[in-house]
Structures are given as C-alpha cells and as structure tokens.
C-alpha cells in the first residue's frame, strides 16, 4: 500500500520534457513510481483530473529567513507552491551573532515581526532554533558577509588580521554547519566597503569544502560590467560555483545602452571557459531594496547612532541632497513617485505610499521626509525597505526566457495573521511565483510551461547541487504541487496585496500534505537541506 497516488494529473516533471498524463506515487517521502498506474493503491489518492502536477518550486534567491522566526507557515509562498527556498542572500542572516552585532540583528528581528529573544550565537545554533519551531518549507542556506562582518566588529573598508581570522572562523563554522556557500551584498553597508582581496580571502575557505558564492554585485548601472568582472574573477580564484543575484538592471538609471547584454555575454563566455555560473531574476517591474542603499559610506561608517545623528544634521541633509547619487539612482534624479515605503514602525499608515504623497502628508520636501524616516529607525536603519519601479516589460521578458537565468523572486514569506502587513504588503510576497506562470506562461507565452517549471525547479536544484529535489522522477523527494493553470491568479496585486494564490489546490514536502484544498494545513514537514 502507497502512502500517496496522484492520479490522472498533467504531469510536468522538472525536466523541461514534454508534459504527459500520468500518476505519481510516494512512499516514505519520497517518489517511487511515475507513469499509468492503474492497479496501485494508496493511504490517500489525489485526484488530479488533468490538473498540472509538478515539482515543488526552488527559490534560488529568496529572504525567507528575514521572516522565518515569526512566520514558520510560510503561507504565502507554501500556497503558491515553493517547497524549497535559497536563503541567506544579499549578505544577510541572523548568524552569527556577537556582541559587536547583537544590537543589530536584534532591530531586525524586531522589524520583521519576532519579539522573542536571540537563542544563538553560531551558525549551527540558528538553525538548530529553526529545526525546532519547525517549518514548511525546506531551506537551503548561504551565510551572509555582511552579517559577518558585524560580527566581528569590522568597520570600515580594511578589516586588520585578527578580524580576518575572525571572519574566516565564521564562515568555516557555518561551512561544517551545512551552508551552501557565502553570499555578499555589495551594494549595502558594511560589504560594500569590503575590498576584492577581502571577499576572495573568505571564499577560499567555501572552495575548500567545494561551496558556492552568490552576490548582490557592486553596481548594476553606470558601472555593471566592473561588478560583472569582479564577480567572476572571485570564483575563479576560490574555486567556487556562482550565482550572479537578480541579474537585471534598473530602468533609466545611467546603465549604457546594452550594457545588460554585455555582463550576460561575459557570463556565457566565463561558462564557456569552465566556470560554473548562472543568474536568477525577479517576476514584476517593481521590486523591493533597501532605504539606506542610497546613503553614501561616511553616513554608516562609525554605526548605526551616529548615522542617525548625521541624518538629523540640515548641514548634513545638504549635501547628502547631491551625495545619494547611488544604488536606486532615480531618486537622486527627482523621480519620487518611482519610490514606496515599504513600511516605517515610527511612521504608521505610510506603507505603500510614494515619496511624493509623503511629502504631502508630512508638509516636508522628499529628501526630509527620506532622512527623518531613516533617522526615526535607530538601530534598524538598515533593515527599512522600499518599493521601487524598477523594470521594464521588455527587460523582464528577455531575462526570463534567458537559458542561463533561473526565475526566482528576491522576496520573503508571510501570512496574513503574523503582524507583518506593512512589511509584506507587496504582491512579491504573496504573487511572485505563481505570476511567472499566469503573466508569462498563459498571457504572454513568453516560455512554455515546461521550460517556465524547469527554470523554477531543477535548474536552480541541480546548480545548487541539491541532488534529490527538483524533478518528479524515482529517489526524487516527494516535494510536489497540483496547481489548476486555468484557475491560477495570482490573488495579490499592487492596489490590494494581501491576498494568497489562488488554484494551487495540493502542496506535499517531503511526502507531507502542507496544503490540501488550497488550504494549509498547518503540517511543518521542511528540512535543513544541507550542501552536498
């Protein structure tokens, strides 16, 4: 007897093979059979009726982890079929954790809805935390340089050798802890500081245990082919895998015509030369960033109290009016309306509102409003986020029918009763995913389903080598979804975001109903998928 039979379902096995009516069948977790199963008999049967039965979605870029200590559901993307999640990006985790950095990681924590207190210390325990709340979703982790670098108490862009060593210790603990790799954001403090020599020292201890490196790279406008060259040059001197973070560039920022075309023809060229490197992008013009990015260094440079005291400075406020010219380059260029407040704990009933209405609201111009807003956030300055339009359509198509780009979504999970509406009320959250599938596969063709599923499933499984997820085949983890095409909507949009997808009806992990009906059911069945 079967524990699972998903019967009759369109199956679209992760491969990008043709799809095919069949059944799937599962026993102890994992798939055991796939094809016309007519005599099997099982616990439980799905009906599938045609309805498309795939494998559980792979994030390769997500910020779950920002959120899964107050939401361990994870019903927002749990319901839209994501069953795996890549996190630890853009620099950032919550370990580990010193007293250079306790103060930090504690105003983020707070920012993303968990009160509770911070039980760890190392990598290992993080997680260990984790497994015992219980999640999910599965996750794959990278451990994050700029956490890293608070941790040891780095300031400034010349770490000495005992902050080094420090480093180095932290990034091998999380590397016996099972993280996939190390992940930089060198668009936001404190990474941003870190010189070349100072990222490769740290990712040759990840090529030692055959690890990957991930980056939010420098630049991705005027000086996008530099960050694209110094990407590549610090996996081929460490010997990692690589993975180029949201590989897109932000409209009408000062990127050179073609610009985009030329990092991705430097990256085919690196995989030509032996290199294994790929990129992921994002589902929406809009997307999501952080406030501070814009400041320039000597804002952040001696910690959070003092660039709260400069921020408040008019002097200060005056030249940083012709200084912020960086990251979202726009809105040095007066483009206000470009720009929302994802969500300000000191400033109630801003969310989603650009800087323009703010200014109206508040009586001030938009840079006062941006720099009280900052200044309001204390030791969280750094985790206050926006919502940008950021993309074109054309763009978005060329990059998501990219061969070398996986698609993924650069946001993070939440649900409806965890106290995180402002800081979830983007349909990136609730949306992203399934809109690959209802914009791009069913409205525009832009791919056909089974190419769009295996850029969401076992093309980002197998570059992160997590070997038994991604495809519905024998031995495979019984990590599956049954969505109705037809039916699926993305639920949540810009003028009203907080709502689930609808017509993904059954979501298993690892072999575990999680959703059934379209409902959760509360089951926390994910895993620590560690690097292999």
Same mark, same amino acid.
């Given at each position: 007897m079967l524990e699972l039979l998903i019967r009759d379902g369109l199956v679209v096995d992760g491969s990008g093979a043709a799809p095919f009516r069949g059944d799937v069948a599962v026993e102890s977790g994992r798939v055991v059979e796939v094809g016309t199963l007519e005599r099997a008999l099982a616990d439980r049967v799905v009906e599938a009726d045609g309805r498309v039965v795939c494998p559980g979605f792979v994030d390769p870029h997500s910020h779950s982890d920002f959120t899964l200590p107050s939401v361990p559901s994870a019903e927002s993307t749990i319901r839209q079929g994501v069953t795996t999640e890549v996190v630890g990006n853009c620099g950032?985790?919550? $370990?580990?954790?010193? !007293?250079? +950095?306790? *103060?930090?990681?504690?105003?983020?924590? #707070?920012?993303?809805?968990? @009160?509770?207190? =911070?039980?760890?210390?190392?990598?290992?325990?993080?997680?260990?935390?984790?497994?015992?709340?219980?999640?999910?979703?599965?996750?794959?982790?990278?451990?994050?340089?700029?956490?890293?670098?608070?941790?040891?108490?780095?300031?400034?862009?010349?770490?000495?050798?005992?902050?080094?060593?420090?480093?180095?210790?932290?990034?091998?603990?999380?590397?016996? $802890?099972?993280?996939? !790799?190390? +992940?930089? *954001?060198?668009?936001?403090?404190?990474? #941003?500081?870190?010189?070349? @020599?100072?990222? =490769?020292?740290?990712?040759?201890?990840?090529?030692?245990?055959?690890?990957?490196?991930?980056?939010?790279?420098?630049?991705?406008?005027?000086?996008?082919?530099?960050?694209?060259?110094?990407?590549?040059?610090?996996?081929?001197?460490?010997?990692?895998?690589?993975?180029?973070?949201?590989?897109?560039?932000?409209?009408?920022?000062?990127?050179?015509?073609? $610009?985009?075309?030329?990092?991705?023809?430097?990256?085919?060229?690196?995989?030509?030369?032996?290199?294994?490197?790929?990129?992921?992008?994002?589902?929406?013009?809009?997307?999501?960033?952080?406030?501070?990015?814009?400041?320039?260094?000597?804002?952040?440079?001696?910690?959070?109290?003092?660039?709260?005291?400069?921020?408040?400075?008019?002097?200060?406020?005056?030249?940083?009016?012709?200084?912020?010219?960086?990251?979202?380059?726009?809105?040095?260029?007066?483009?206000?309306?470009?720009?929302?407040?994802?969500?300000?704990?000191?400033y109630p009933g801003l969310e989603?509102?650009?800087?323009?209405?703010?200014?109206?609201?508040?009586?001030?111009?938009?840079?006062?409003?941006?720099?009280?807003?900052?200044?309001?956030?204390?030791?969280?300055?750094?985790?206050?986020?926006?919502?940008?339009?950021?993309?074109?359509d054309e763009h978005l198509a060329e990059m998501i029918s990219h061969p070398l780009f996986s698609l993924g979504v650069d946001g993070y999970a939440s649900a409806l009763d965890a106290g995180l509406d402002g800081v979830s009320a983007h349909p990136v959250c609730f949306a992203g995913h399934v809109h690959y599938l209802t914009r791009h596969v069913r409205e525009l063709g832009t791919l056909p389903l089974e190419e769009t599923i295996r850029k969401m499933t076992s093309m980002p499984a197998e570059h992160f080598r997590l070997r038994d997820r991604g495809r519905i085949a024998p031995g495979f983890a019984a990590d599956l979804v049954v969505f109705d095409l037809d039916r699926l909507a993305d639920g949540s949009t810009v003028a009203d975001p907080l709502r689930y997808a609808r017509g993904v009806d059954e979501v298993f992990v690892n072999g575990t109903a999680v959703v059934a009906a379209g409902e959760h059911t509360g089951a926390r069945p994910g895993r620590h998928l560690p690097r292999t």
């Open positions: 950032w985790t919550y $370990a580990p954790v010193s !007293g250079h +950095s306790r *103060g930090v990681m504690e105003a983020r924590l #707070r920012t993303f809805a968990y @009160e509770g207190p =911070i039980e760890w210390s190392s990598f290992a325990e993080h997680l260990a935390f984790l497994s015992d709340r219980g999640h999910s979703q599965n996750l794959a982790w990278f451990v994050g340089h700029n956490t890293i670098r608070y941790a040891a108490g780095v300031s400034g862009p010349r770490a000495n050798e005992s902050e080094l060593e420090t480093m180095e210790s932290y990034v091998a603990e999380a590397m016996d $802890a099972g993280a996939l !790799g190390l +992940s930089t *954001g060198l668009e936001f403090n404190p990474g #941003r500081a870190a010189p070349t @020599e100072e990222i =490769i020292r740290l990712n040759r201890i990840v090529g030692g245990y055959g690890g990957h490196y991930t980056s939010h790279i420098r630049n991705r406008d005027t000086n996008l082919q530099d960050s694209i060259d110094e990407f590549l040059y610090i996996i081929g001197e460490c010997g990692t895998s690589g993975e180029i973070s949201h590989l897109n560039v932000r409209n009408r920022t000062g990127a050179a015509p073609g $610009a985009w075309q030329r990092a991705v023809d430097t990256m085919s060229a690196a995989r030509e030369r032996g290199l294994d490197v790929l990129a992921d992008t994002t589902p929406f013009r809009d997307g999501l960033g952080q406030m501070a990015g814009v400041l320039p260094p000597f804002i952040l440079a001696e910690g959070w109290q003092e660039a709260c005291t400069r921020l408040r400075d008019p002097t200060v406020r005056e030249r940083l009016a012709h200084e912020c010219d960086r990251y979202w380059r726009f809105i040095h260029r007066g483009e206000w309306d470009r720009v929302r407040l994802q969500a300000s704990p000191q989603g509102k650009d800087f323009r209405q703010i200014s109206a609201l508040l009586g001030k111009s938009e840079w006062e409003c941006y720099f009280d807003i900052l200044a309001a956030a204390g030791p969280a300055i750094e985790s206050i986020l926006l919502i940008g339009e950021l993309f074109t």
